[in-house]
C-alpha cells in the first residue's frame, strides 16, 4: 500500500473515532436544550412553584451532571473511555424514554438525574478519548468536535421543540423529550466500533502491544516506538503522585477557573431559558420558540469559525477576543431591559452572546482542560474541570429562575451580573491563561508540573 493511500486510511480512521466519540456530545446538546421547550407545560401541568421547578424539573438533570463528571474518571480509567462511552448512550436512551413517559414530577426528575450522568460523564469521557488519538497539530480541531457536536444537538433541540410544539398540542413535550431516543441508538450502534485509547491501553492496561498497532492506525506520521517512549517517561514521572498531591496544583487552578468563568458567563441561563428571556423582552410564545431557534443556528455558525481558528489563533487568543464580545453583549442586553428597549435589541445581544461563546469560551473550555493534565491523572483532571463547571451550571440554572420570578421578569440585573464577571475572565485570560497550541502532551505535561 503507497504511503498516500495509508495516510488517508490513517486520517479515515482516525476521523471516525472522533466524530462517533464526539457524537455524545450531539446527545449532551440535545438533552441539555430540549428541557427548554417542556419548562413551561410542565410547569402549568404539575402546577410547580418557581422554586420547587428551578430545583427537579429544570435542574435535576445538571445536578446528574455533576455527579456523572465529578465521579466519570473513575470507568474511564478503570474500564478504559471507550466502554465508559458505551454506558453513557444507555444512559441517554434511559432518560429520553423514561422522561417523556413520566407521569408525576418525581418520576420525571429521576429520569432526567439518568440523563444528567450521561451528560456529565461524556464530558469527561469524549475529550479524554478524543485528545489521546489526536496528533498534537491536529487536535484542537479534533476536540472541539464534541463541541461542535454539543451545539448541533442544542439547534436540533430548539428546531425539534418548535416544530412538535407548533404541531402537537397539550402532550408536545413528551414528544420533545422522547425524540432524543432515536440519536441515542444510532451512537450506540456506532460508538462499538472506534478502538481504545492508545495511551489508556500503556497506563492502565498495560497493553503495549495493541497500543503500538493503533498508534500506528491512527496516524502514520508518528513513529509507534517514539510516542510509547514519551508516554512511559511521563508515566513514569507522575506514577505516585495522587491528583491533590501538589504536584497538579496549576493545571488545577487553571482548570477551575475556566470552568468557572464559562458558567458565570451565564451561558446556561440564556440555554434553559431563552423563551423565558424572549417573552420577557416582549416577543410571543410562539415568537420566542422560533428565537431560540436562532441561538442554535448562530452557536453552530460560530463554532464553526473557532473549529478554523484554533490550531490556527490559539486557545488564548480565542478566550481574549470572546470575553470582549461577552462583555459588550451582555451589556447591551442589560441596558435593553434597563430601559424597556427589549425587542429586537434584546434578540441581536443574546444572538452575539452567544456568537461571543461560540467562538471563544465554548470553543476551547474542553479541548484546553483535555490538555493540560498529564496521560496518569487525565481523566480526573478532565472530571475535575467539568465537575467545577457543572456544578456552578446547576446552581445558576437552579436560582436565575427563582431570581427572574422576583425581579418581576426583569432580568437586566442578572445580564450586568455576567457582564461583570466576563470582565474578570478577561483578566485571567491576558495574565493566566498559557498557550498550548500544536504542542505534544507529554511536554505539555512536564510544563504543567515543573518537570
Not at 55 to 67: E, Q, R
Not at 126 to 138: K, V
Not at 194 to 220: F, G
Not at 398 to 405: G, R
Request: charged share 10%; aromatic share 14%.
Amino acid at each position: 500500500m503507497s504511503a498516500k493511500l495509508l495516510d488517508m486510511k490513517n486520517t479515515s480512521s482516525l476521523l471516525f473515532a472522533a466524530i462517533v466519540a464526539a457524537l455524545a456530545g450531539l446527545l449532551f446538546g440535545f438533552d441539555t436544550a430540549v428541557i427548554s421547550g417542556a419548562d413551561k407545560p410542565i410547569q402549568a401541568l404539575w402546577h410547580t412553584s418557581p422554586l420547587f421547578h428551578g430545583t427537579y424539573i429544570m435542574s435535576m438533570a445538571l445536578w446528574g451532571t455533576v455527579i456523572g463528571a465529578l465521579f466519570g474518571g473513575i470507568p474511564c480509567d478503570k474500564y478504559g473511555r471507550k466502554n465508559t462511552l458505551i454506558w453513557i448512550g444507555f444512559l441517554y436512551l434511559i432518560s429520553a424514554l423514561g422522561s417523556a413517559l413520566a407521569q408525576d414530577p418525581f418520576t420525571f426528575s429521576v429520569f432526567r438525574f439518568i440523563g444528567g450522568l450521561g451528560v456529565g460523564a461524556s464530558s469527561v469521557a469524549a475529550p479524554t478519548y478524543i485528545s489521546e488519538i489526536a496528533p498534537a497539530h491536529r487536535r484542537g480541531r479534533l476536540v472541539i468536535l464534541y463541541q461542535f457536536m454539543i451545539v448541533l444537538g442544542i439547534l436540533i433541540a430548539f428546531l425539534s421543540n418548535w416544530l412538535v410544539g407548533s404541531s402537537l398540542g397539550e402532550n408536545a413535550w413528551r414528544w420533545m423529550l422522547g425524540i432524543e431516543s432515536f440519536p441515542a441508538v444510532v451512537y450506540l450502534v456506532l460508538v462499538y466500533k472506534i478502538p481504545n485509547s492508545p495511551r489508556w491501553l500503556v497506563i492502565h492496561n498495560n497493553d503495549e502491544e495493541t497500543a503500538k498497532e493503533l498508534i500506528s492506525q491512527l496516524d502514520s506520521t508518528i513513529d509507534p516506538e517514539e510516542e510509547l517512549a514519551a508516554i512511559q517517561q511521563t508515566e513514569k514521572a507522575d506514577s505516585g503522585n495522587g491528583f491533590f498531591s501538589g504536584r497538579y496544583k496549576w493545571p488545577i487552578l487553571l482548570a477551575f477557573l475556566l470552568a468557572f468563568f464559562n458558567q458565570v458567563s451565564g451561558i446556561n441561563f440564556v440555554i434553559y431559558y431563552a423563551p423565558r428571556i424572549f417573552e420577557a423582552a416582549g416577543l410571543a410564545e410562539s415568537t420566542a420558540l422560533l428565537s431560540s431557534v436562532g441561538i442554535g443556528a448562530v452557536n453552530l455558525v460560530f463554532t464553526m469559525l473557532g473549529i478554523f481558528l484554533i490550531d490556527r489563533a490559539g486557545r488564548k487568543t480565542l478566550l481574549i477576543y470572546g470575553s470582549i464580545g461577552y462583555i459588550t453583549t451582555l451589556s447591551i442586553v442589560s441596558w435593553a431591559f434597563y430601559s424597556g428597549t427589549g425587542g429586537i435589541v434584546v434578540v441581536l445581544g443574546v444572538f452575539g452572546f452567544i456568537a461571543s461563546h461560540a467562538a471563544g469560551q465554548g470553543a476551547i473550555i474542553w479541548v484546553f482542560i483535555s490538555e493540560i493534565f498529564p496521560n496518569h491523572v487525565r481523566a480526573y483532571g478532565q472530571a475535575f474541570g467539568s465537575g467545577v463547571h457543572w456544578v456552578f451550571a446547576a446552581l445558576i440554572t437552579l436560582f436565575t429562575l427563582f431570581f427572574m420570578d422576583l425581579l418581576g421578569d426583569n432580568p437586566g440585573p442578572l445580564f450586568a451580573f455576567f457582564a461583570f464577571m466576563m470582565l474578570l475572565q478577561l483578566a485571567f485570560a491576558l495574565k493566566m491563561i498559557p498557550e498550548t497550541k500544536g504542542r505534544s502532551l507529554e511536554d505539555l505535561a512536564k510544563e504543567m508540573t515543573g518537570d
